[in-house]
């Protein structure tokens, strides 16, 4: 099948090297395992599947299910987890405050859903204010762990934007608005996947012997990464929709639909890669004999029709056997078709034990299957990358940066800034206005080291870069130089979070800074020797 492009917008395959000129000596070849790739990876399993693990707690909490406790043990125990990989980068006692932090928290989320159960607004409050103070403490823990490689502002913000994800989804499910609440979790599941990856980038770009000087946010790593997401969803979303149908709870078809919608970027994935015929050919064997037959699985589990269970699994045998060919054929063989069809019944066995062992009412059991049906997604999304990655190696090698070349790269609505390959969080996001690219001008100058100050009472800001004082004022399209007027071209303006937003093509040429725009994908680049 014929490569067509290895980003697909819709998992943020964020690709964020600039093409630069062949350097005298051939890159290396492109691996999705390094060090930093391995930690970064690490970090995708252990905070999403928090992030799943919270959310399946505090919905079976508030629902009195007889799962409740044995969700809330399998989220106390993923705290646990952590706790040995921070010991092994910051010591005894950064792992031992890690895990007072972590798991106290869980306690005030639980806290959140008793008190929203008894309808006592006092105690919610007081859950709430709990919580904003777990979101404090842990920034300036990571921020000092990091040695502010991760700024404490930037850290605050994302464990923020965490929070209220859960909570929102919370709030949604109670209100008993489930596509809300479906479509918030897969918003606040993908975006553990940016948080790792911040993460996993401070901590290597502190420790680079730790890492051998490899980073975790190479073209390959962005891959693995995006397919850890999208397999990962799906066998949270499998699971808990299963559950769900056994049970006959109102909002399982809030969760297919949710499926449908993991399904459709696990296509897009596809697609990018292997065209828009590879994409519909996955997709049809992915659905019928698999995400249906999951479904036509729940059912004969429930009415206890052996025959019927059989002929399931008979169906969803041949769905391992037919991905497992076509990911052996689509990748040229680097995934071997034996090697995926045993990965795949590996899969699909975990997913059956689940709700097998939840059915019989072994609650523990069943969440003990889940965590190790999810982490299984992992070694997917390794294997796959990897044999894609050494299948069209040329299209991810990194290409060299000169020492003296400073780059910055944005992504619209991304919240995620890249500069010289150092990735931190903003709190608002570059965006499309009437046919105008608007990037935050705050974070562009403090980027490059530029002194940015605004005045309320007047809306002007001031950006300080060297030896030129910039002068804007919101609402208006002119702006001064060292007290010479120039016109931007588009006004000035001030978005929904607050933050002032100026023209791109303006700010880069005013800046003497050479950009590059991706339209397809979204990709900003601005490049300038210092």
């Known amino acids: 099948m014929k490569l067509k492009k290895l980003l697909a917008p819709v998992l943020s395959l964020s690709l964020l090297l600039p093409v630069m000129a062949s ?27 928090h992030f799943a693990l919270a ?53 005030y989320t639980d806290d959140l859903v008793k008190a929203t159960k008894a309808n006592d607004t006092a105690a919610r409050q007081k859950a709430e204010q709990e919580v904003q103070g777990f979101v404090t403490e842990f920034a ?72 051998q000087n490899t980073r975790p946010d190479t073209k390959a790593a962005d891959l693995r990464s995006a397919l850890n997401s999208v397999a990962a969803e799906h066998f949270a979303l499998s699971v808990l929709e299963m559950q769900k149908q056994f049970d006959g709870k109102a909002d399982y078809q809030a969760l297919i639909n949710a499926e449908a919608g993991n ?65 052996g054929t689509a990748t040229a063989g680097k995934l071997p078709a034996s090697a995926a069809q045993t990965a795949l019944k590996a899969h699909e066995g975990q997913v059956q034990s689940t709700l097998d062992q939840y059915a019989a ?14 982490k299984t997604m992992f070694g997917v999304g390794l294997a796959l990358s990897g044999a894609i990655v050494a299948q069209f190696n040329d299209k991810f090698q990194e290409a060299a940066i000169p020492a003296s070349m400073t780059t910055v790269w944005m992504k619209l609505n991304s919240k995620e800034l890249n500069i010289n390959r150092i990735v931190t969080m903003m709190d608002t996001k570059p965006s499309n206005r009437s046919g105008t ?44 130089v060292n007290g010479m007027q120039k016109s931007v071209g588009a006004k000035v303006i001030i ?32 490049m300038k020797e210092m």
Request: glycine share 6%; no cysteine.
């Open 23 to 49: 350097a005298a000596a051939a890159p290396p070849q492109a691996v999705v395992d390094t060090p930093a790739a391995q930690l970064r990876a690490s970090l995708d399993h252990l905070l999403s599947e």
């Open 55 to 107: 959310v399946t707690a505090m919905t079976k909490a508030y629902d009195g299910s007889r799962d409740a406790a044995a969700a809330y043990q399998a989220l106390d125990q993923n705290a646990l987890d952590m706790q040995p990989a921070i010991t092994s980068l910051y010591g005894e006692a950064g792992g031992t405050e890690f895990e007072r932090i972590f798991r106290e928290h869980n306690k």
């Open 140 to 211: 300036a823990f990571l921020s000092t762990a990091t040695a502010r490689k991760l700024p404490q502002t930037a850290a605050e913000e994302a464990i923020r934007s965490h929070e209220n994800h859960v909570q929102q989804i919370f709030d949604a499910y109670v209100a008993g608005d489930y596509n809300k609440a479906y479509t918030t979790y897969r918003t606040g599941f993908q975006e553990m996947f940016t948080i790792s990856k911040v993460l996993s980038t401070a901590i290597a770009t502190q420790m680079p012997d730790k890492f």
């Open 263 to 327: 399904t459709a970027d696990f296509k897009a994935a596809v697609a990018s890669i292997y065209g828009a015929a590879g994409g519909d050919a996955f997709e049809q064997i992915w659905v019928g004999n698999h995400i249906t037959a999951q479904s036509d699985y729940v059912n004969a589990v429930k009415n206890k029709d052996a025959a019927a269970r059989a002929a399931v699994l008979a169906r969803i045998d041949g769905f391992t056997m037919e991905l497992g060919k076509f990911l």
């Open 361 to 374: 009412g072994d609650y523990t059991a069943s969440y003990t299957t889940n965590r190790a049906g999810y």
């Open 437 to 480: 690219t608007y990037i935050p001008l705050r974070y562009l100058g403090e980027g490059i080291g530029a002194k940015v100050k605004y005045d309320h009472q007047t809306r002007t800001v001031w950006v300080m870069a060297g030896n030129d004082t910039l002068k804007f004022w919101i609402d208006r399209n002119v702006m001064e």
């Open 495 to 526: 978005n929904k979070d607050g933050r002032t937003m100026v023209p791109l093509r303006f700010i880069a040429e005013l800046l003497q800074w050479n950009v590059t725009w991706n339209q397809t994908e979204g990709l900003i680049t601005l």
